[in-house]
């Protein structure tokens, strides 16, 4: 499930690969291949900025909704100056897949903007967000597409469109929208949910394997966050983080923190800036090695929880991973190529793959829409309590399907998440 943006490569094509893979196992029907392996819905459309400066400028936008099949679109809001119509394809494809293996009543949806947020103002920003939602609002709200943050827009992004929707629709709708603050719709938990999520279904396999997690090692590449509270929950469950590894801005390049005895969640926040980078001088002085950034998989530990970006553990990588590790928790986003997926498949190293790995988020982003509709908020223990039983039941799901087709876990969720689109198409009379 990568976010790559590499020349050259195109992310839509590889995941209509994954998908014929999964489709030719299940044998679907040329109908449904078709229907799924292309959105069902996109729209192009230019958005005109008036600059600070008094000229125009036209930004290009999209929304491409995957299927919605099971439910409403959900998906992203992304601005980057190398966006391509292609990577959004594909990643509302990929979230059609994640809602289903998760088991929320939402499609797959994404969408973005070519720009560089960097080079606009607030305002030319609040302008571009509003004009975006206005050549959209007929095809999206609360029952027909979600949007969310995603990279480089926040919830300051979200709310200004969600301000400029409700004026076009004329009431409040804050259920058309996710990722808000807390107190303007949004939800408690959503910080956590990611990273709690990560460790939901990583306890649920130890479990299978009669692991006692309070004896277990990790090693975390990241500390964003995802990877910081993945750190926090597994810590709190009794596990010990050897190392994290981050990206340091000053430097251009990523350093791993390494401390035997165990990472403090706690020292370690006051050492992180807003973008998880790392303080070393200050880290040294509380015990912390500091090892090249690439260290962090080549550790002792039983687990590896890949949580920063993609295509980390590659080919070359994969050959440092110590015969210890037992267990890869894909936290990111398409952080293993598939040449290194086929050798942990023959090193007996079982991959959580990222769809489900990381699918808390999404789920607590179901529950923000839940709870704007209702219009009544949950405190954050039902929150993360309800996150759980879902990742809880998903990640069975998924194991028991992989053991009943000797398959891997990756294979299993994509059977089952393709399968949940397919009935839901066919019930619906479309195939
Ligand atoms: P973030 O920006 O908060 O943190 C990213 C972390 O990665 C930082 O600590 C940064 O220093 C580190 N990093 C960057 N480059 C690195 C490198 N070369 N080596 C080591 N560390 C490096 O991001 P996040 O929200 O934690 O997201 C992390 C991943 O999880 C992404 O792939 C994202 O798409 C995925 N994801 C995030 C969410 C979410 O809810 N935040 C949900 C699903 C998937």
Redesign the pocket.
């Known amino acids: 499930m990568a ?1 790559i943006k590499d020349k050259g490569f195109n992310a839509f094509k590889m995941a209509q690969e994954q998908f014929d893979k999964v489709a030719a196992k299940l044998s679907l029907d040329e109908a449904t291949c078709n229907l799924l392996r292309e959105p069902i819905r996109e729209y192009h459309f230019t958005i005109p900025v008036r600059m600070d400066d008094g000229s125009v400028k036209v930004f290009k936008g999209f929304r491409i909704q995957h299927n919605d099949a099971r439910g409403p679109c959900k998906g992203g809001i992304r601005f980057h100056p190398q966006e391509t119509v292609d990577t959004v394809r594909a990643l509302s494809m990929w979230m059609t897949w994640k809602c289903a293996v998760a088991d929320i009543p939402l499609g797959g949806g994404k969408g973005g903007v070519i720009c560089d947020p960097h080079n606009l103002s607030s305002r030319e920003q609040e302008t571009l967000c509003r004009g975006w939602v206005r050549q959209i609002a007929r095809n999206v709200g609360p029952v027909q597409d979600v949007p969310a943050p995603d990279v480089m827009t926040n919830a300051q992004h979200m709310l200004w469109i969600l301000d400029e929707y409700e004026k076009i629709a004329g009431g409040r709708f804050p259920g058309f929208i996710t990722g808000k603050s807390v107190g303007m719709g949004g939800s408690l938990g959503r910080t956590e ?2 990273g709690y999520g990560v460790v939901y279904v990583l306890r649920e396999l130890l479990k299978d394997f009669k692991m006692d997690i309070s004896k277990t090692k990790a090693a975390v ?7 910081q509270y993945a750190v926090d929950l597994y810590s709190k469950l009794g596990g010990k983080v050897v190392c994290v ?3 340091d801005q000053a430097e251009s390049k ?1 350093f791993t923190f390494f401390r035997p005895e165990g990472v403090s969640f706690d020292e370690m926040i006051r050492l992180t800036d807003r ?3 790392i303080d070393k001088a200050k880290a040294k002085e509380v015990g912390y090695k500091i090892l090249p ?1 690439e260290e962090w998989i080549k550790q002792d530990v039983d687990i590896l929880i890949p ?4 295509n980390q553990v590659t080919a070359e990588t994969v050959k440092g991973i110590a015969p210890r590790v037992k267990i890869v928790v894909e ?3 398409g952080p293993t190529t598939p040449e290194a997926d086929e050798v942990l498949n023959k090193r007996g190293i079982i991959a959580i793959p990222d769809f489900l790995a ?1 699918a808390g ?1 999404v789920t607590c982003s179901y529950f923000e829409q839940v709870q704007c509709n209702m219009n009544y908020y949950w405190p954050k223990e039902e929150v993360l309590s309800k996150l759980d039983e879902k990742m809880t039941k998903a990640f069975h799901e998924v194991l028991d399907l992989s053991k009943r087709k000797a398959v891997s876990l990756r294979d299993a969720a994509y059977m089952i998440a393709i399968s949940r689109v397919a009935e839901a198409c066919k019930m619906r009379g479309w195939v």
């Open positions: 976010d949910a990611t590449q990241g500390f964003g966050n995802v990877s590894s981050c990206w990523s973008f998880g980078g950034g949580a920063a970006l993609e936290g990111a986003n990381n988020g």
